[in-house]
């Protein structure tokens, strides 16, 4: 069994996330929804890619933490500001969407 390093295994995670994101992008190109089908499998998509924006922010929090000491990775996540600003600006309500919609629709509008 080959055991990651807390960097390695929050890369790994980021990794994931990223090639679920690639794939949805790829099956909606090849699948050029039509009328009906495109608004299902656009809901569709976009309920995952809400899953997917809160696993983001998870990841690259618990990243944060990991490596609160190291200056060189503050330094490639400064960098990569302009890629999650945007989501991080909107994790109130992506994390109320996925908690209280998509996790758990027969909670909407309690808290969790």
């Known amino acids: 069994m080959i055991k990651l390093t807390v960097l390695e295994a929050d890369i790994v995670r980021l990794s994931w996330i990223e090639s679920r994101f690639e794939y949805m992008f790829q099956e909606y190109r090849k699948a050029k929804p039509k009328k009906n089908f495109d608004f299902s499998f656009a809901s569709i998509l976009r309920e995952y890619a809400m899953i997917q924006l809160l696993n983001f922010i998870e990841a690259r929090k618990d990243l944060l933490k990991n490596q609160k000491s190291s200056k060189k990775f503050r330094s490639i996540d400064k960098v990569l500001e302009p890629q999650w600003k945007s ?26």
């Open 87 to 112: 989501v991080f600006a909107h994790e109130k309500g992506i994390r109320e969407i996925r908690n209280c919609y998509l996790g758990h629709i027969q909670n909407w509008g309690e808290k969790l």
